[in-house]
């Protein structure tokens, strides 16, 4: 069975940093493609960054260039790095995994129960 479990989140002042982390429960993790998602009450669930394989990333044009994530084929754990936070970064966020490269798109089969972030000062 395949299990994610976040950790991480929190409240964070404008222009601060987090760093989210996801525990993969599969003895296959190096064989599946990760993705980080986010969702805010009343909005659709929003793909922010994504690894492939070969550690080749895809970001959300709303985090390029502050967010950065990585895997530990090691350590079985996906993190999220976010730099410069802002209030509209505020969301419920979600690891997710799949066999398939669906890079943003939320229709990854296997997800996490979510971190909260919250960025207000």
């Known amino acids: 069975e395949v299990q994610l479990v976040e950790s991480g989140g929190g409240l964070v002042q404008p222009g601060g940093s987090l760093r989210l982390s996801c525990v993969f429960s599969a003895y296959t993790y190096s064989h599946y493609y990760m993705a980080w998602f986010r969702q805010s009450p009343g909005k659709e669930r929003e793909g922010v960054a994504a690894i492939d394989l070969h550690d080749y990333t895809t970001y959300s044009d709303s985090v390029k260039g502050r967010f950065t994530i990585s895997r530990d084929n090691i350590k079985n754990t996906l993190y999220l790095q976010m730099n410069n936070l802002k209030p509209e970064d505020s969301a419920m966020y979600y690891c997710?995994?799949?066999?398939?490269?669906?890079?943003?798109?939320?229709?990854?089969?296997?997800w996490g129960q979510g971190t909260q972030v919250t960025v207000s000062s």
């Open positions: 997710a995994a799949s066999n398939i490269n669906w890079l943003l798109l939320p229709k990854y089969e296997h």
